[in-house]
C-alpha cells in the first residue's frame, strides 16, 4: 500500500492531528506499561523537530459515555451510583492525564494537556501551542460521537487539523472519527501516516503482497471462525499453513480424528474440509499437529499446576482434552520455519499462560527468533504478548502493534484507517 507518510508532506507550522494509541494499562492511576507511548515517540519526535504543532488524540478504556443522554456500562458495584459520582469515577479511571504527565517528562516539558477533547480548554491550549510543541487532548471517547464518526464531531476536531496524521495501527480497523472521519470527510489539508503504520504497511503488505519465498504462515489461537477470513487470504499466497492451537482440533474432527473433550467448533467442520481441500488444489502444503499435550480438564486458575500426557492426534482419548502441541510437532514447526524466508505468525499454539503448557508456543518463537535472513513478523494479539513475555522481541523483524487490525490486514480487508490516507 503505497501511502504518503509524515516525511512527505511539509508540516512547519501546521497543526497536525495526529491519532496516536495510549490505551495504555494502569493501576491506581499509574501506567504499568509504557511500551504504546515509547511506540508513538518516534513520530511526535519528528514533527516535533520540523516545527510542527503536535495535537495528539487516543482513547483509554472503554469509559461511560458520560456527556451523553445515558450513562452506558454500569458495572454491578457502580449501582445506585448518582450520574456526578459515575461521572467523577470515569474520568479519574479512564482520563489520560497520567499518560500526559509522563509524556511531558519524556519530551522536556514541552507538553500540555487539555482536559476536554473540543471544549473551551482544548481550544486555548491549542491556540497557546507552538511551533515545536505538544498539546494532548482528553480521552476522545468521553464523547459517544467518536465511535459514531459523527461528522460535527469530525468538523470540531478538525478545527485543530491542518495535516491529518494516523499513527495507531490497533485502531485502524474502525472507522471512528478520529481514525477514519476527519479524513473521509475531506477535513484536513493531507492525510498521512506516521512512523508506526508506515512500518506495518511496508512490512506487513510487503511479505503478503511481495514476500520472499518460501513464505511459511503460522496461525493458532482458540477457534476456526475468527480466523476463516485469514486462512482464505492465506492460503492465496504463502507456500505453508501450520495450524496450532484449539483451531487444530476442529481440523482433526474434519479428518475424522476423535478430539476427546477438546475445544472443537462443530458447526465449522465442514468449513475445515473445504480448507483442507483448497489447501491441497492450491498446492500449499498445511501442516496440523502430529502429536499433542492433553489433560484431563483445562487449568483452573489458567496457570495452575497440571498432569498432561502425550498422544498422537489421531488417538485423543474420549475423556482428555489436548491443550498444546507435542514434542514432536515442536520439531516439526521449528524446522518448517528454519527453512522460511518470510514468516507470519498470529496465534499460541497451546494455554501458552500455563507454564507447563507453553511449550509449543516457545518451540514457535524460538525457532523464528533463530532464523537466518528471513523476515519474521509477530500479527499482534497474543502471539505478540508471548514474544515478548518469552524475551524474544528483540529477535523479530517487525511484532504488529494491531490486535483486530492486524487480523483483518492478514485477512485483506481494506482498513478505514489506513483506506482513508492520502497515496502517494
Same mark, same amino acid.
Given at each position: 500500500?503505497?501511502?504518503?507518510?509524515?516525511?512527505?508532506?511539509?508540516v512547519k507550522?501546521?497543526k497536525?492531528?495526529?491519532?496516536?494509541?495510549?490505551?495504555?494499562?494502569?493501576?491506581?492511576?499509574?501506567?504499568?506499561?509504557?511500551?504504546r507511548?515509547?511506540?508513538?515517540?518516534?513520530?511526535? $519526535?519528528?514533527?516535533?523537530?520540523?516545527?510542527?504543532k503536535?495535537?495528539?488524540?487516543?482513547?483509554?478504556?472503554?469509559?461511560?459515555?458520560?456527556?451523553?443522554?445515558?450513562?452506558?456500562?454500569?458495572? +454491578?458495584?457502580?449501582?445506585? $451510583?448518582?450520574?456526578?459520582?459515575?461521572?467523577?469515577?470515569?474520568? $479519574?479511571?479512564?482520563s489520560?492525564?497520567?499518560?500526559?504527565?509522563?509524556?511531558?517528562?519524556?519530551?522536556?516539558?514541552?507538553?500540555?494537556?487539555?482536559?476536554?477533547?473540543?471544549?473551551?480548554?482544548?481550544?486555548a491550549?491549542?491556540?497557546?501551542?507552538?511551533?515545536?510543541?505538544?498539546?494532548?487532548?482528553?480521552?476522545?471517547?468521553?464523547?459517544?460521537?467518536?465511535?459514531?464518526?459523527?461528522?460535527?464531531?469530525?468538523? /470540531?476536531?478538525a478545527?485543530?487539523?491542518?495535516i491529518?496524521?494516523?499513527?495507531?495501527?490497533?485502531? =485502524?480497523?474502525?472507522a471512528?472519527?478520529?481514525?477514519?472521519?476527519?479524513a473521509?470527510?475531506?477535513?484536513?489539508?493531507?492525510?498521512v501516516?506516521?512512523?508506526?503504520?508506515?512500518?506495518?504497511?511496508?512490512v506487513?503488505?510487503g511479505?503478503?503482497?511481495? +514476500?520472499?519465498?518460501?513464505?511459511?504462515?503460522?496461525?493458532? %489461537? /482458540?477457534?476456526?471462525?475468527?480466523?476463516?477470513?485469514?486462512?482464505?487470504?492465506?492460503?492465496?499466497?504463502?507456500?505453508?499453513?501450520?495450524?496450532?492451537g484449539?483451531?487444530a482440533?476442529?481440523f482433526?474432527?474434519?479428518?475424522?480424528?476423535?478430539?476427546?473433550?477438546s475445544?472443537?467448533?462443530?458447526?465449522?467442520?465442514?468449513?475445515?474440509?473445504?480448507?483442507?481441500?483448497?489447501a491441497?488444489?492450491?498446492?500449499?502444503?498445511?501442516?496440523l499437529?502430529?502429536?499433542?499435550?492433553?489433560?484431563? =480438564?483445562? +487449568?483452573?486458575?489458567?496457570?495452575a499446576?497440571?498432569?498432561?500426557?502425550?498422544?498422537?492426534?489421531?488417538?485423543?482419548?474420549?475423556?482428555?482434552? %489436548?491443550?498444546?502441541?507435542?514434542?514432536?510437532?515442536?520439531?516439526?514447526? =521449528?524446522?518448517?520455519v528454519?527453512? /522460511?524466508k518470510?514468516?507470519?505468525?498470529?496465534?499460541?499454539?497451546g494455554v501458552?499462560?500455563?507454564?507447563?503448557?507453553?511449550?509449543?508456543?516457545v518451540?514457535? =518463537?524460538?525457532?523464528?527468533?533463530?532464523?537466518?535472513?528471513?523476515?519474521?513478523?509477530?500479527?499482534?494479539?497474543?502471539?505478540?504478548?508471548?514474544?515478548?513475555?518469552?524475551?524474544?522481541?528483540? $529477535?523479530?523483524?517487525?511484532?504488529?502493534?494491531?490486535?483486530?487490525?492486524?487480523l483483518e490486514?492478514?485477512?485483506?480487508?481494506?482498513?478505514?484507517?489506513?483506506?482513508?490516507?492520502?497515496n502517494?
Amino acid at each position: 500500500m503505497n501511502k504518503k507518510t509524515i516525511c512527505d508532506v511539509d508540516v512547519k507550522g501546521k497543526k497536525c492531528l495526529v491519532r496516536v494509541d495510549f490505551n495504555v494499562p494502569m493501576k491506581d492511576g499509574k501506567i504499568t506499561d509504557e511500551n504504546r507511548i515509547n511506540g508513538a515517540l518516534p513520530t511526535i $519526535k519528528y514533527l516535533m523537530e520540523h516545527g510542527a504543532k503536535v495535537i495528539l488524540c487516543s482513547h483509554l478504556g472503554r469509559p461511560y459515555s458520560i456527556f451523553s443522554k445515558e450513562i452506558k456500562k454500569i458495572k +454491578p458495584e457502580d449501582e445506585g $451510583k448518582s450520574r456526578e459520582e459515575l461521572t467523577a469515577l470515569t474520568v $479519574k479511571k479512564c482520563s489520560l492525564k497520567p499518560v500526559a504527565d509522563r509524556l511531558n517528562e519524556i519530551l522536556g516539558g514541552k507538553v500540555t494537556f487539555a482536559t476536554d477533547v473540543i471544549g473551551e480548554d482544548a481550544k486555548a491550549k491549542v491556540a497557546a501551542c507552538k511551533d515545536g510543541e505538544v498539546v494532548l487532548l482528553e480521552n476522545l471517547r468521553f464523547h459517544s460521537e467518536e465511535t459514531k464518526n459523527d461528522e460535527n464531531f469530525c468538523k /470540531a476536531l478538525a478545527e485543530f487539523c491542518d495535516i491529518y496524521v494516523n499513527d495507531a495501527f490497533g485502531t =485502524a480497523h474502525r472507522a471512528h472519527a478520529s481514525t477514519a472521519g476527519i479524513a473521509q470527510y475531506g477535513l484536513c489539508e493531507a492525510a498521512v501516516a506516521g512512523f508506526l503504520i508506515g512500518k506495518e504497511l511496508d512490512v506487513m503488505g510487503g511479505a503478503l503482497e511481495n +514476500p520472499v519465498r518460501p513464505f511459511v504462515a503460522i496461525l493458532g %489461537g /482458540a477457534k476456526v471462525s475468527d480466523k476463516i477470513g485469514v486462512i482464505n487470504n492465506l492460503l492465496e499466497k504463502v507456500d505453508t499453513l501450520v495450524i496450532g492451537g484449539a483451531m487444530a482440533y476442529t481440523f482433526f474432527k474434519a479428518k475424522g480424528y476423535g478430539v476427546g473433550t477438546s475445544l472443537c467448533e462443530l458447526d465449522k467442520v465442514d468449513l475445515a474440509k473445504e480448507l483442507l481441500k483448497k489447501a491441497e488444489d492450491k498446492k500449499v502444503k498445511l501442516l496440523l499437529p502430529v502429536d499433542t499435550k492433553v489433560a484431563a =480438564a483445562f +487449568p483452573d486458575p489458567i496457570d495452575a499446576p497440571i498432569e498432561v500426557s502425550v498422544v498422537a492426534s489421531n488417538a485423543i482419548p474420549d475423556d482428555m482434552m %489436548g491443550l498444546d502441541i507435542g514434542p514432536e510437532t515442536q520439531k516439526l514447526y =521449528a524446522e518448517t520455519v528454519k527453512t /522460511a524466508k518470510t514468516v507470519i505468525w498470529n496465534g499460541p499454539m497451546g494455554v501458552f499462560e500455563n507454564p507447563v503448557l507453553c511449550e509449543g508456543t516457545v518451540a514457535v =518463537a524460538k525457532a523464528l527468533s533463530e532464523t537466518e535472513g528471513a523476515t519474521t513478523i509477530i500479527g499482534g494479539g497474543d502471539s505478540a504478548a508471548a514474544v515478548k513475555k518469552l524475551g524474544f522481541a528483540d $529477535k523479530m523483524t517487525h511484532i504488529s502493534t494491531g490486535g483486530g487490525a492486524s487480523l483483518e490486514f492478514l485477512e485483506g480487508i481494506e482498513l478505514p484507517g489506513v483506506a482513508c490516507l492520502d497515496n502517494k
